[in-house]
Structures are given as C-alpha cells and as structure tokens.
C-alpha cells in the first residue's frame, strides 16, 4: 500500500517525498511505524523518477559512520536520488521509552556538528581520522562511492542558531518549521551566516515542513481543503523566503482535492 501511494505521487509530478525516523509517531504514539532507512530502501526500488529521503535521520539513533552507509547504499538502490536528511534528535517520549540517552540540547548539538563532519567527508569517499568529544574514527572510510557526486544533498533540520550555523557550513537544503515571521528570520540568519563563512547563500534551498496541526496553530488553512487555501499558504511562506515546501500527505477524503491541485502545478 506505502509503495503504490509513492507511485502516485511520483505520477503526479511531486519532486520529493520523504518518511519519518521515529521508534513512535510524534502525532499519534499508538500507531504502527516502520523504521525509516528500511523502509526508504524498500521505496527507492519500487520508485523511478521522485527524489526521496528521511526527514530527519535523529543523529540520536545510529553512529555517523552507519548512517553515511545507510546513505550510499541507498543512493546505489535509488540510482542517485537520495537526499539526506539529518537532525540533532528532540522526540522525549521516544526516548523515554526505549531507554536511550536523550541529553540537553546543547549536547546534542555539539554532537550534531561533529557527526556532520564525519558524514559529509565520508561520503565524500575521504579516509576519515577524527578525534571529537563525542565520536571518534581512526583511517575510516567507505567504499563503494556513493552515485551522485561529490556526495549526495545534505538537508538539516534547524531552528535555533547554533543549528543555523551548522546548516550554514553543511546544507544543500535547510528545512524548517514555523510562522512566515519565524521563517522570514530564521532565513535572514542563515544567510548572514552563509556570508560570514564565504560561503553563496543561493547555494541553499529555504524547505518548509507543515503538517495540518502546524496549520491551525498558526491560524493558516489547511493546505488540501482548496487550491485556493494551498495558494494562500505557499505565497504566505513563499515572501517569507522559502523555496520549497513539504507537506504531510492528505487525508483521505482530500485525497481528490489534493490530486488535482498537485495535477495542476506540475501542468504549469
């Protein structure tokens, strides 16, 4: 059923489709959950054209090293058309439950910015020696190379501006969460950063995730009830600069709705 719903959404022009990387499901802690690498592998092969990847891999949840494994070999799976998805890890009741170690945040993103270094230069096919306060590696490196190269996109989630700053170094793609005003400074930050480090700031796609909770709460309508209300809320986040936008999928009595407004943006 998962891999016949992605075959729809590739037939109807959407550019990427993502999973999550959970144990349990922030929005409803009962509901069943496949692991989120596995069942990436598993769509890669039953896709052709949609870029896909995890929105986010928890740094939490695997050693840098195996998920830069995990990467390549689903980019080899997917023929180049993975895109990879990092966060610092936040989800407490998860954590809680199975008894893995959820430290403060700052930690956990002094842990995110080390295992960033070590998965970007891994998968760039580099041998890999490093000596942090949370991950160590002596000569690693991994083979085969990855397809897409000199690796494939990086996308990290990030909010605050240690994350920013983090995403400023690494991201092909920065995605976000937020009110057009949050997204609007968040934007302005990143690009500072971008231009503090030298680096193009036009070299990172602005993402937002919205799911139909974040919607309400921000008192915006719900992106499947119309083509007007998907517009509406794309031009609200589109002049707070941001580029692309990734929405949970619609429910099933939106489905027709939102068939025929994603018909008719891939038309145009």
Not at 117 to 140: F, K, N, P, W
Not at 239 to 260: C, I, L, S, W
Request: glycine residues 8%; aromatic residues 8%; contains cysteine.
């Amino acid at each position: 059923m998962l891999a016949r719903k992605w075959r729809h959404y590739e037939e109807l022009g959407i550019e990427t489709i993502w999973n999550p990387d959970h144990l349990l499901s922030p929005i409803d802690p009962t509901a069943p959950m496949f692991e989120g690498w596995t069942t990436l592998a598993a769509l890669a092969a039953e896709t052709s054209r949609i870029r896909l990847g995890v929105l986010v891999s928890s740094n939490l949840l695997r050693h840098p090293a195996l998920l830069a494994q995990q990467a390549i070999t689903v980019d080899h799976i997917s023929r180049g058309r993975l895109e990879v998805g990092m966060g610092c890890g936040w989800f407490e009741e998860e954590h809680r439950r199975f008894g893995i170690p959820l430290p403060e945040p700052g930690v956990r993103v002094d842990r995110f910015s080390e295992a960033m270094e070590i998965i970007d230069r891994l998968l760039r096919g580099e041998t890999v020696t490093y000596e942090g306060e949370h991950y160590q590696v002596s000569e690693a490196r991994l083979r085969p190379h990855p397809v897409q190269l000199p690796r494939p996109p990086l996308t990290l989630a990030a909010h605050g501006p240690r994350m920013l700053r983090i995403a400023a170094r690494y991201a092909d793609r920065w995605n976000s969460m937020g009110a057009p005003e949050e997204m609007a400074e968040r934007n302005r930050f990143l690009d500072a950063e971008c231009e503090r480090i030298g680096r193009d700031p036009a070299g990172i796609v602005r993402s937002l995730f919205m799911n139909a909770a974040d919607m309400a709460a921000g008192k915006l309508p719900d992106v499947w009830e119309s083509a007007e209300a998907f517009s509406e809320v794309v031009g609200r986040f589109t002049e707070a600069g941001v580029g692309e936008f990734v929405f949970n999928q619609p429910r099933p009595e939106q489905q027709a709705t939102a068939d025929r407004i994603l018909s008719d943006l891939a038309a145009r």
